[in-house]
């Protein structure tokens, strides 16, 4: 027995002489090279990070920010006072009322039917889903001025629909209807695509229970509908008004562009370029963009807000 104790204490000892003796030459150097080459890997992955950033700020401060303070300082060349001068002028106010009127009037008829077109395309299955699906998205293909035009051959002297504009008494072309409906077409899309994806997340379940317990199928729309869609709807509402203020395009082929009359603020810049004055032009066009501006930050929360709904 003191023998066979004697060996295991022996070899108990080897073991764990053996388990505590340093690792052979060729793994240390090996085990070195490898934490070497991964501190290597990850200082050069970091470069290419820092990198990519760098880039990223350089080109989106030389797009974005070196044209606004460009604008700036051309409005405020001549002094604060020829800036206000400018901006107050008659044809200036009267183009900026004009540019708000006619985007308010885009947004609340883009809202309605908006709404309608999105409700349809996600709640009904009908011939022709698809292509109606697929014309939706046409403004964003095609060219504001290819708009004015298609306006003109419908409503212009020689237009298909002139007959019934001129019975009916309505000036279209070179008048505010045409500029609505411009201004209309090219900022269509914008309600029913942030529209149409939140609704198609909203259960059926709390519809059905509003309309069981007697409720019409318009309050369960509002009191039911509208609240869980709300916040992709201001979405869309935000992105439809930001894009008619800046809408230059199919407004200048269908508007004429008459001062006090059919121009928008964006005509004014066009003009006032077009006669060297280019404090008044980079006085608007200022103004338009701290209104982009403060319409871009609502957006951003909007669309904060619209992700939380869509994860919900």
């Not at 797009?63 to 700036?72: D, G, Q, T």
């Not at 300082?73 to 008659?90: D, K, N, P, Q, Y």
């Not at 001129?166 to 309600?191: E, N, Q, R, Y």
Request: glycine share 10%.
């Amino acid at each position: 027995m003191n023998s066979l104790h004697r060996r295991g204490t022996i070899d108990k000892e080897a073991t764990q002489t053996k388990s505590s003796a340093p690792p052979p030459r060729s793994q240390r150097l090996g085990g070195e090279g490898a934490s070497g080459n991964n501190a290597l890997g990850f200082a050069r992955a970091r470069i290419i990070e820092v990198a990519l950033i760098a880039i990223v700020v350089l080109y989106a401060a030389g797009l974005l920010v070196a044209p606004l303070v460009a604008i700036i300082s051309g409005a405020f060349g001549e002094g604060a006072g020829a800036f206000w001068r400018e901006l107050t002028s008659v044809d200036a106010l009267s183009s900026l009322k004009l540019t708000l009127m006619m985007a308010v009037g885009a947004t609340v008829i883009n809202t309605l039917f908006g709404l309608c077109i999105a409700w349809v395309l996600v709640r009904d299955q009908f011939w022709g889903r698809r292509i109606l699906n697929g014309l939706v998205d046409m403004p964003f293909a095609v060219s504001p001025v290819v708009a004015g035009f298609m306006l003109i051959l419908l409503f212009g002297r020689t237009g298909w629909l002139t007959p019934l504009t001129d019975a009916l008494g309505i000036k279209v072309v070179f008048a505010l209807p045409g500029i609505l409906l411009a201004t209309i077409f090219i900022s269509l899309p914008f309600v029913i695509r942030e529209v149409a994806p939140v609704l198609s997340q909203v259960s059926l379940d709390q519809e059905d229970a509003a309309l069981t317990i007697g409720a019409s199928r318009l309050q369960t729309f509002w009191h039911v509908t509208v609240p869980a869609i709300r916040w992709g709807l201001l979405y869309g509402v935000s992105l439809t008004f930001a894009r008619a203020v800046g809408e230059i395009g199919a407004v200048l082929v269908v508007s004429g562009g008459v001062s006090r009359l059919t121009e928008t603020s964006t005509l004014f810049i066009y003009r006032s370029l077009d006669d060297r004055n280019y404090v008044g032009a980079n006085a608007m066009a200022v103004l338009l963009a701290a209104i982009s501006f403060v319409i871009l930050m609502g957006i951003e929360f909007l669309k904060k807000r619209t992700e939380h709904t869509r994860i919900l």
